[in-house]
């Protein structure tokens, strides 16, 4: 993987400079895309086991305490913005 090119770049740029607006929505889109792919890769490892073991109860509330659980998960997983030595 080397270098961009220096047409591409430009070419991106352009196309940016020509409707702001929606070059803001795209990479607010991939970011939020990201953060959410992020987050599920953290969870899944944890969620998947607990959404498989509440599969063989027959307690009518499973799915929302699973939904509760995951909704908990997400908060303790997730990363937390440091500022390091400041």
Known sequence: ??????REIER????AA???AFYRWRV????????????VIQILPIA????IGLMFYNF???????AAVVAFLAWVIRP???????
């Not at 509330?61 to 699973?66: A, Q």
């Not at 937390?80 to 400041?86: D, E, I, K, L, Q």
């Open 1 to 6: 993987m080397g270098a961009p090119d220096p």
């Open 12 to 15: 991106l740029q352009a196309q």
């Open 18 to 20: 020509l409707n702001p």
């Open 28 to 39: 607010g889109a991939i970011a939020v895309a990201g953060d959410v792919a992020l987050t």
């Open 48 to 51: 998947l086991p607990i959404f």
């Open 60 to 66: 009518p509330y499973k799915f929302w305490l699973f």
């Open 80 to 86: 937390s913005v440091s500022t390091g030595a400041r």
